[in-house]
Structures are given as C-alpha cells and as structure tokens.
C-alpha cells in the first residue's frame, strides 16, 4: 500500500504551459496516495520536490532553478519533462543537482519512479535522524557524512572507513550494521588487525582445528564463521601482514575459507566493514597492500574528518558526554566550550570524551561548570608556545608554506595579517581595543584596514 507513504512537494512555476495535462498528472500521483504539496516558484522548498516543466526551451531555466534549490532540500529532487526531452540534455539537470530525470509519457511507470525514490528518501531522513542522535555533531561536513552513512548502510557494499584514530570508525560500523536492512542479520565480528600474531596463520580469521599448532587444544571457529550472515569489521586493514591479504582477497571472492589445519572449504557470506588510519592509496603505490583487495573492501569509500575540520561540534559532543557519560546537565560557561573549540585534539573525538571526564571527575556540587573545573595538566601553558592551542596546525600551515618557497618575511608578514585581522574582527572593529589586545599601536591596525587585503596565500592554508 502507498497510503502515506511520504510527502513530496510539487514546484510549479511557469516552466510548464498545458496545465490541464499537469493537473492530470498531479491527480494520477494523488490517486497513488503521494501526500502532495504544491509550491511556487517564490516559496522555499523544505523537502523532496518534482520539479516539472513541459517544452525542452524551459532546460536552462529549469536546470538554473535545480541548481539555486539544490542545497535546501539536499538534492531530493526529481525532474519530470511532460513532453520528450533532446537526447542527452538529462545530463545538464543531473548536473545541476537533481538526482532523477525522466519523461513522464516515456518512462514505463512514472508514479512507481517517483513514489520509489520518495519512500527511500523518507527512510533515509529517518535513519539521519537516528544517526544523530548517536554520532553528535551539526557542521555540515559532518552532516553530509552522516548522510553518506545512511546511504551505506542501506547498500549492500563492502564499506572502507577512512580516518585518524579516535574519530569515530568502530561507533559508525555498529550504526552502520545497526541499520543494515537484510532480514535475519546476524551479529557484528570485530577483528583489529594489529592483533593478529603471524605465527597462528590468521587463525583468527579462518579459526582452527584441534592440534594445529602448540596451545590448539580444541578446535576453534574463527571470525568468518562467526560473521555468517552478519558482518565482519576489520580495524586497522591497513596493518594486515601480506599473506592474509591474498587469503582475504580469495574469501570475499569465493566465499569460502578452510580452518588452520584443515582440508575442508567451508562457506561463510558476511559484510565486510573495514576501516584503517592509514593512506591506504599510498600503501597500494609502494607494494604494501594490494590493489586489487584494495578495490574489492572499498565498493563505498568513507572519510571521516577529524575533529580540527569540525570544531564548531566540539560544544555538542562537550554536552552530550557530560550527559550520556556523566548524567551531568549543568550549564556550561562558554569560556569553557571557547577554549575546548580552539583546543589541539590529535586523538581527536576520543581524546575529547577523555578530556571531558577529568573535567566531569574535577567539578564538584551542581553549580556551572567553569575554566576552574580543567584540570592543571589540561590548561594551556601560556608564553609558551610550545603548549598554545592549534601549535600543529600552525606548525603544518608554516611547513606547507616553506615547501611553497615562501620567505621568512613573507611569513612574517602573513601572521602578523592574519593576528591583526583576528583582532579586529574579535573586538567587533574597534580598533582601540584590538590593539591594547595585541599591545601594538592603533595607528598599526588604521594602516592594517586600509593597505592589509586579504592574502592569497592564506585561504588555502
Ligand atoms: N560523533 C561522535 N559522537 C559521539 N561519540 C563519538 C563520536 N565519534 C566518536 N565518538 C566516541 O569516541 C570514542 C572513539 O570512537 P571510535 O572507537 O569509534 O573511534 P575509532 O576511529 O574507531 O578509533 P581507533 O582508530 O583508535 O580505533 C568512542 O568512545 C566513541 O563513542
């Protein structure tokens, strides 16, 4: 049954000129139970659309208007020409943003493509929200990761994580067989590769027979029995010695594998969810993982950010942990969140969760939590560079420019910009206060204003 089965915005504009065959249209999809809403061209879309329009001269002006919406309804949108569309010209709306296009009369059942895409859309907007509720965080490029999520896990793929410890691989795995849709699923197998000992011949993976090698002492299944029917995540791929790396590649080919110190093929059929810190694409150039595994675990390739690409999630992850973590609901001061956000994190979310529950374990009684309640050894050693927050990022940023054959004074003079524009914008303009801030005269940040544009060195940094 369609009952229900999603609301879809129709945006009308004057891209269509035989309205009566229109308005067919629109009475076939509410005959089919599509809960419809009809937009003009001046109100602003809040979901999946079809767009339609009716004579190949509206393209340019369709395209142009797929593309202006694009972003405020994620791409949902379907363009449906009511007349024949030129061969070929499909490709300017799909390039524009819109996800499907197809002729009404030409396409053999328009109302299933729509409603299809529409009931997909409508689970995946569920799952979104599912996801965030566990995997914090609002930035956009957090956003659109989590909506390559929702995506994966509905595909039956193999997937390939791509990110640096701590941010967040094993808890999107678990998400990702969580939504996994295949009924009878059976559980999730972790594996870290780095706790593989080379002398059992990957007995973790394949397990053994009794008496395979010294400590056997019965026979064992090992991680692609246990995965049947679920899903396998390897951790740490990228460390998996080049033996297994062959053995694994002839699994995931054949689906079969014999146990340690046995002759018989056995058959096991999982997903494979792998994940790895390491520049994996690197490793395949210098010999050090095969390629073609490489291709085979990676059908979805994922990178994850680290924390310092979405730091604006650090005050969300602050709360949700002293919550979830430490039932702690206090308010927090945002002197506390300012300095978290500006924080270095190379263990990236993990070292966050860690630093929030000293913090949790300092504060004492219900009162707010404040500068007071960081520990010592977590407070920033001022004058001391060495300590100051973001080091690694500027120590980076320097290092890129002096490989570019960027000069001491040209490095100079691009720090000094960037602190005297920092100042400025913090003190909301005022110019008396920026400088007492930076212990410089004012008539430096008057000259600043004028003369400083905006260095082009500095935006790609
Ligand atoms: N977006 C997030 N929202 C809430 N918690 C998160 C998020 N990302 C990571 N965490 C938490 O951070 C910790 C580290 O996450 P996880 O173990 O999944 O990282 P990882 O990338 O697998 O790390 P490693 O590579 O070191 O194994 C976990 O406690 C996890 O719950």
């Known amino acids: 049954m369609l009952k229900n089965i999603a609301r879809a915005e129709l945006w009308l504009s004057h891209f269509c000129r035989n309205l009566s065959e229109l308005t067919d249209v629109i009475y076939t999809l509410e005959k089919a139970e599509v809960d419809v809403q009809i937009l003009h061209q001046q109100d602003q879309p809040t979901g999946p659309g079809v767009v339609f329009f009716d004579h190949p001269s509206a393209l340019e002006a369709v395209a142009a208007y797929v593309n202006a919406i694009a972003p405020l309804c994620g791409q949902q949108i379907i363009a449906v020409s009511l007349s024949a569309l030129p061969k070929g010209t499909a490709w300017k709306l799909l390039n524009a943003g819109a996800s499907d296009v197809f002729v009404w009369n030409a396409a053999e059942k328009?109302?299933?493509?729509?409603?299809?895409?529409?009931?997909?859309?409508?689970?995946?907007?569920?799952?979104?929200?599912?996801?965030?509720?566990?995997?914090?965080?609002?930035?956009?490029?957090?956003?659109?990761?989590?909506?390559?999520?929702?995506?994966?896990?509905?595909?039956?793929?193999?997937?390939?994580?791509?990110?640096?410890?701590?941010?967040?691989?094993?808890?999107?795995?678990?998400?990702?067989?969580?939504?996994?849709?295949?009924?009878?699923?059976?559980?999730?197998?972790?594996?870290?590769?780095?706790?593989?000992?080379?002398?059992?011949?990957?007995?973790?993976?394949?397990?053994?027979?009794?008496?395979?090698?010294?400590?056997?002492?019965?026979?064992?299944?090992g991680a692609f029995a246990l995965a049947n029917g679920g899903t396998l995540f390897l951790d740490e791929l990228g460390e998996l010695p080049a033996p297994l790396q062959a053995e694994l590649l002839r699994v995931l080919q054949e689906g079969t594998y014999k146990r340690v110190g046995s002759n018989t093929w056995r058959k096991t059929d999982f997903r494979l969810i792998s994940a790895t810190n390491r520049n994996l694409t690197e490793d395949v150039k210098s010999g050090h993982f095969r390629q073609d595994l490489f291709y085979r675990v990676s059908g979805y390739l994922c990178r994850l950010p680290p924390l310092r690409e979405r730091r604006e999630d650090i005050p969300l992850l602050v709360d949700h942990f002293l919550q979830h973590d430490h039932h702690k609901h206090q308010h927090v001061d945002p002197e506390v969140y300012e300095y978290l956000s500006v924080r270095d994190f190379p263990g990236n979310v993990r070292e966050l969760q860690q630093l929030v529950s000293r913090i949790a374990n300092k504060h004492m009684g219900d009162g707010p939590f404040t500068?007071?309640?960081?520990?010592?050894?977590?407070?920033?050693?001022?004058?001391?560079?060495?300590?100051?927050?973001?080091?690694?990022?500027?120590?980076?940023?320097?290092?890129?420019?002096?490989?570019?054959?960027?000069?001491?004074?040209?490095?100079?003079?691009?720090?000094?910009?960037?602190?005297?524009?920092?100042?400025?914008?913090?003190?909301?303009?005022?110019?008396?206060?920026?400088?007492?801030?930076?212990?410089?005269s004012e008539r430096i940040l008057q000259m600043h204003k004028k003369t400083d544009a905006p260095n082009p060195y500095l935006r790609g940094i």
Not at 396 to 422: C, H, P, S, W
């Open 110 to 221: 328009p109302v299933e493509s729509i409603t299809a895409r529409l009931r997909y859309w409508e689970k995946a907007k569920q799952q979104l929200q599912h996801l965030h509720q566990v995997l914090i965080g609002k930035s956009k490029i957090w956003h659109a990761t989590l909506r390559q999520i929702a995506e994966m896990a509905s595909a039956s793929c193999p997937v390939l994580l791509l990110g640096e410890s701590g941010t967040g691989k094993e808890l999107i795995t678990r998400e990702i067989h969580a939504l996994d849709p295949r009924p009878h699923k059976q559980d999730l197998v972790v594996v870290d590769c780095t706790t593989i000992v080379p002398g059992l011949s990957g007995s973790e993976l394949f397990g053994h027979e009794k008496g395979a090698f010294t400590n056997a002492i019965s026979t064992r299944d």
């Open 371 to 440: 500068l007071g309640d960081i520990p010592e050894a977590d407070r920033p050693v001022f004058g001391d560079a060495e300590h100051l927050p973001g080091k690694g990022e500027l120590e980076q940023a320097v290092k890129r420019l002096f490989y570019a054959g960027v000069g001491l004074k040209d490095l100079k003079d691009m720090v000094t910009a960037f602190a005297k524009e920092i100042a400025i914008e913090d003190k909301n303009g005022n110019i008396k206060e920026a400088a007492q801030q930076l212990g410089c």
